[in-house]
Structures are given as structure tokens and as C-alpha cells.
């Protein structure tokens, strides 16, 4: 069975930095294309970013230069490394693994491609 676990969420004022991690357990982790989205309040799910068994990582256009997704594959873990954060990245933060193993630049934070989400971990960022 899938498993995912978020966890390194907190509260960190404006310009700080958190990295999240995601420990993975259940299925063959390193043929997996994996994603951050994150949900701020009164708006829908959004994508951060993606990753893909290589390493090659995709990112929207708000995080770029700021946020880092990384993996390690021997410890089954996704990482988002998150700098310079604003206000407006304040938003529970989910995990997630691609129904399939898809390849950079096919592996990118679309919804509709991820089947399997953690539980959510929250970031709060204050002025």
C-alpha cells in the first residue's frame, strides 16, 4: 500500500526557510515521478513542483529560484527545500507520486497525473 508522509512544516517569518521531506514506503519509490502542491486558504490545490526518477525537476512560475525539490532514492525521500519565502506561500503542503512513471519534461505538478497524496503538512509565513 502507498504511503506518504510529509513532514518539516512549521511557521517561519517572511524571507526564512523550511524544507519539507516525504518519506515514501509501499511501492518501487525510484521508477516514480514525484510533486509538491500546496493548498493556501478559500483557494483551489496548486502544483510546486515535480521531479522524475532522474532528477530532472520542473517548477511554477511563483517558486522558481526560491523553491528546491530534490530526491533521495536510497532513503525514499522527496525533499522541498523552500528560501526567500512570501506571505502568499502560507498553504498546507502536500506530497504526491505520479500514477506512472513519468519522464521529465512529462513529470511537471499536474493534478490530474498524481493518484497518490500524503496527509498535507502546514507552512505559515508572517510578516
Known amino acids: 500500500q502507498v504511503q506518504l508522509v510529509e513532514s518539516g512544516g512549521g511557521s517561519v517569518q517572511s524571507g526564512g526557510s523550511l524544507r519539507l521531506s516525504c518519506a515514501a514506503s509501499g511501492y518501487t519509490y525510484i521508477v516514480s515521478c514525484m510533486g509538491w502542491f500546496r493548498q493556501a486558504p478559500g483557494k483551489e490545490r496548486e502544483g510546486v513542483a515535480a521531479?522524475?526518477?532522474?532528477?530532472?525537476?520542473n517548477y511554477a512560475d511563483s517558486v522558481k529560484g526560491r523553491f528546491t525539490i530534490s530526491r533521495d532514492n536510497a532513503k525514499k525521500t522527496l525533499y522541498l527545500q523552500m528560501n526567500s519565502l512570501k506571505d502568499e506561500d502560507t498553504a498546507i503542503y502536500y506530497c504526491?507520486?505520479?500514477?506512472?512513471?513519468?519522464?521529465?519534461?512529462?513529470?511537471?505538478?499536474?493534478?490530474?497525473?498524481?493518484?497518490?497524496w500524503g496527509q498535507g503538512t502546514q507552512v505559515t509565513v508572517s510578516s
Open positions: 521531479i522524475d526518477s532522474a532528477g530532472r525537476a
Open positions: 504526491a507520486r505520479a500514477n506512472w512513471g513519468l519522464t521529465w519534461p512529462a513529470c511537471r505538478a499536474d493534478e490530474s497525473a498524481f493518484g497518490y
